[in-house]
């Protein structure tokens, strides 16, 4: 029966601190799903929500991140059960493949994959295991993996329909603005872009795989962080999980303060009649007085930052603490995402420098969290948040002083940058462990 005493020690359990934090960041996260749902129904497209059930027997929209999320969940489980969730998820998806077979289902190209469902329904199925079926510490470190797979799922979906809302409330863009500032940097994405075409198509096959892929890359690094999760039954303070998914929460806010499409769009033929002109990557973009210019209602105002080079400079940073091979994939895989960024044209050189240091400053402050708050960090994320600003103000209301003194003002832009990157270095080398001296045996009298 239940006493007194045990719903009293239940409502204390509730109390702490750590099940309150997370109660609260699950209804936030909640909330926040339910706003961006009805925020697309109003522009009369299904939400994040409706886009991720729809999955569950649609093609999926990308099934290597189901498969991805699915295996963040297994950390948390034993060789055994790994084993048996993979084949599951495979059996599934050839049960699909099979009835879309029969039926003659075709997925037009770029608006499915044949598999995915498989993972998904795995996720589902352990999310039901842990609440019916575990109970205690075990529950609790299987929602977590759960949890942690289905987040890094449903931040595609939030990012796809929050993208499609920065499209529709951001009618105009600050495109020549940035454009005009780059000329202080050299027009990088204009170079890149030469660049990019002199590779051929199988240059820009291998970027467009690493651009598309980079939430892939990032798990194999996070898998490698996570890998005693099983073993140790905790998860640790601090992985590259947290910074990804806190880039993409507070990344596309920005979008809405500095937005931006990129020069593919803005200066080349991706924009139609909308382009101030068709002249990426051949030609510079002109300078000029820059002024808002309207754009159209379903190119995304993703630029500024760039968050696909952030996120690749967090898969850089935390591939550091791995093997070598880690450590060289994840130095090909910024370099790659650089090249592809600006060689496509989606960014500008500028979008590059915010956001690593949007980086930089998220990665410190998470650090900061998981291992307590010292002065070296405080300082280092305030320093980071000035510099971010200062970038996005003087993109915004210098861009014609940069352009025209680009020997004054692109060191300036790079050295602001490299301020924050020697400060990161500095500040987490002061964070490791201090070498624990080996001692050394006392010498025997020799004998007479």
């Known amino acids: 029966m239940f006493s007194r005493k045990n719903g009293e020690s239940a409502f204390a359990a509730w109390r702490e601190p750590r099940v309150v934090l997370w109660t609260v960041a699950g209804v936030t996260a909640l909330g926040f799903l339910v706003a961006l749902e009805i925020a697309a129904r109003r522009y009369g497209m299904p939400g ?16 290597p991140l189901l498969y991805a999320g699915m295996a963040l969940m297994m950390v948390v489980l034993t060789w055994r059960e790994r ?29 499915g994959h044949p ?75 204009w170079l890149a872009g030469r660049l990019v075409r002199a590779t051929g198509t199988v240059g820009a ?22 890998r005693n999760v099983a073993t140790e039954r905790r998860f640790p303070r601090h992985h590259l999980v947290r910074t990804f998914l806190v880039i993409g929460l507070l990344g596309p806010g920005i979008y809405m303060i500095f937005p931006v499409v990129g020069p593919i769009f803005a200066y080349g033929g991706d924009g139609g009649h909308w382009a101030v002109a068709h002249v990426w990557p051949d030609i510079p973009a002109p300078m000029h007085t820059p002024h808002p210019m309207p754009f159209d209602q379903i190119t995304p ?30 130095t090909f895989w910024l370099i790659a995402t650089l090249g592809a960024t600006l060689g496509f044209g989606y960014h500008y050189g500028a979008d590059i420098l915010a956001g690593v240091v949007f980086t930089l400053t998220i990665e410190t402050a998470l650090r ?30 210098l861009p014609v002083p940069m ?23 500095r500040t987490t080398r002061l964070w490791l462990p201090a070498p624990v001296p080996v001692a050394q045996p006392e010498p025997q009298p020799e004998p007479v």
């Open 403 to 425: 352009a025209r003194h680009p020997w004054l003002f692109g060191p300036l832009l790079v050295l602001a940058t490299a301020s924050v990157i020697h400060g990161y270095l």
């Open 115 to 189: 598999f995915g469902n498989g993972a998904l329904w795995v996720l589902l199925a352990y999310a039901v295991i842990a609440v019916t079926r575990r109970t205690g510490a075990e529950r609790v470190l299987l929602l977590k993996g759960v949890g942690l797979g289905l987040l890094l799922v449903a931040g595609r979906k939030t990012g796809d329909t929050w993208l499609l809302i920065t499209s529709k409330t951001r009618p105009l863009v600050l495109d020549q603005y940035v454009a005009t500032a780059d000329h202080a940097l050299g027009n990088p994405s």
């Open 205 to 226: 096959h291998v970027l467009d795989y690493v651009y598309i892929q980079l939430a892939v890359a990032a798990v194999v690094v996070a898998l490698y962080q996570l």
């Open 301 to 330: 105002r993703n630029c500024m930052p760039s968050l696909h080079t952030a996120w690749a400079t967090a898969i850089f940073l935390h591939s550091r603490s791995g093997p070598r091979i880690l450590r060289f994939a994840g």
């Open 83 to 111: 084993l048996i969730a993979a084949a599951a998820a495979v059996g599934i998806d050839l049960v699909f493949l099979l009835v879309r077979w029969v039926a003659d289902v075709k997925i037009p190209y770029g608006h």
């Open 368 to 397: 900061s969290l998981a291992r307590g708050w010292d002065r070296a960090g405080i300082q280092l994320v305030a320093h980071g948040a000035t510099v971010f600003t200062a970038l996005l103000l003087s993109y915004r209301y």
């Open 48 to 63: 994040p929500m409706t886009n991720q059930a729809k999955e569950v027997f649609l093609p999926p929209k990308s099934g």
